[in-house]
């Protein structure tokens, strides 16, 4: 079965600080992860997933397969950073998407 | 670009009631999937619906089911209402099926007396 893992419900980190939210997950094969945010009073939105490779607002996430990982990143957090943070996977060619329970980023001034 | 919208809002029903929950997807969009967020956790997939056929499922009864349009909107109807419902229903909308960007609605807050 598939599972995807955030093990901190909560994380604090002062502005400017490095910050770095777990997700650890579970797949027989090659899943697709992705990370999505929701601001407050904002609805979900993808932040990046890691085929593009790419940074998204200072965030970078590497999927290391071996320790089946998937963790998000951001050198220096700043204030606006402050959301709930989703890792998700799916399969490459399914319909179902599973998600963690969430991670809580405050980024204090 | 029209995104995803939901509705209700918010809805309230009793226990045994039945409910139907709607979503229009972002233009140009041909699949809408549906999920539930319990309080505290993340979205658990119900289902999805691709070119108006089912394409996949969660593990969820029989009791929830869905329907989608040729316009590519969609309905999530639940049966047999229970308390457990009591939910954030998100749908999601993307271009296709399998590992796609899912553009998420503001969802509708079912509540379960």
């Known amino acids: 079965a598939q599972r995807v893992t955030q093990p901190e419900k909560l994380l604090s980190v002062f502005k400017g600080a490095p910050v770095e939210l777990k997700c650890n997950y579970s797949?027989?094969?090659?899943?697709?992860l992705f990370w999505y945010v929701q601001y407050s009073r904002q609805r979900l939105q993808l932040l990046l997933r890691?085929?593009s490779r790419e940074s998204i607002k200072g965030f970078t996430a590497d999927l290391n397969k071996g320790e089946t990982s998937f963790h998000l990143k951001k050198p220096f957090a700043q204030e606006e950073d402050s959301a709930m943070y989703y890792c998700?996977?799916?399969?490459?060619?399914?319909?179902?998407?599973?998600f963690g329970d969430g991670t809580t980023l405050t980024v204090k001034p | 670009e029209t995104g995803v919208t939901q509705s209700p809002t918010h809805l309230i029903k009793t226990r045994g009631q039945q409910v139907t929950l709607r979503c229009s997807s972002q233009?140009?969009?041909?699949?809408v999937s549906w999920y539930q967020q319990a309080l505290g956790q993340g979205p658990q997939f119900i289902f999805q619906?691709?070119?108006?056929?089912?394409?996949g499922r969660g593990n969820f009864p029989p009791r929830f089911s869905g329907l989608q349009f040729p316009n590519y909107s969609s309905e999530l109807n639940v049966n047999a209402l229970e308390l457990d419902d009591s939910a954030l229903y998100l749908c999601?909308?993307?271009?296709?099926?399998?590992?796609?960007?899912?553009?998420f609605g503001a969802g509708t807050r079912l509540s379960v007396l």
């Open positions: 999601a909308s993307s271009l296709g099926t399998g590992t796609r960007i899912q553009y």
């Open positions: 797949y027989s094969g090659s899943p697709e």
């Open positions: 890691h085929i």
């Open positions: 998700a996977l799916s399969g490459p060619s399914e319909g179902k998407s599973t």
């Open positions: 233009s140009g969009h041909n699949t």
């Open positions: 619906y691709y070119r108006e056929e089912e394409n």
